[in-house]
């Protein structure tokens, strides 16, 4: 099931922050997505709703559903930005490229980016 763009990034930066330290504040989510404060608790009700992520106040996690789906959209995201560099294109573009086409391009097109890579070295 596809999510809107700005719920996946939200999910992706969680998991990259939980990465970094035990402890996700929203204040490190506003500040690695780029946003207020409250545009953050606003996504992270969706994100609750959605059964994605939890909080105890203070602290942020990503569900068992959360962190399937995070990490399916970073997957995705890393095999992307790996196919561009591939393909020549320099590292800050095919990241930045990547970010966006990992909530657009098909799941036909992704699967033959994977096989390509697969084939080709990663």
Same mark, same amino acid.
């Given at each position: 099931?596809? %999510?809107?763009?700005?719920i996946?990034? @939200? ?11 035990? @402890?996700? %504040?929203?204040?490190d ?13 606003k ?8 059964? /994605? ?13 959360? &962190?399937? @789906?995070?990490?399916?959209? @970073?997957?995705? %995201?890393?095999?992307?930005? &790996? /196919? ?18 990992? %909530? ?8 033959a980016?994977?096989? /390509? ?6």
């Amino acid at each position: 099931m596809k %999510h809107s763009q700005s719920i996946e990034d @939200y999910l992706e930066n969680i998991l990259l922050l939980s990465r970094e330290s035990q @402890y996700v %504040h929203r204040v490190d989510v506003a500040r690695r997505v780029g946003v207020s404060p409250p545009a953050v608790q606003k996504a992270i009700k969706i994100l609750t709703a959605s059964g /994605f992520v939890e909080c105890d106040g203070m602290h942020l996690r990503l569900t068992r559903k959360g &962190a399937e @789906y995070a990490e399916s959209i @970073y997957e995705r %995201h890393c095999n992307i930005r &790996a /196919f561009l560099i591939l393909l020549g294109v320099n590292e800050e573009d095919a990241d930045a490229d990547a970010c966006e086409m990992e %909530h657009i391009v098909s799941d036909s097109t992704y699967a033959a980016m994977k096989e /390509f890579l697969n084939k080709n070295g990663k």
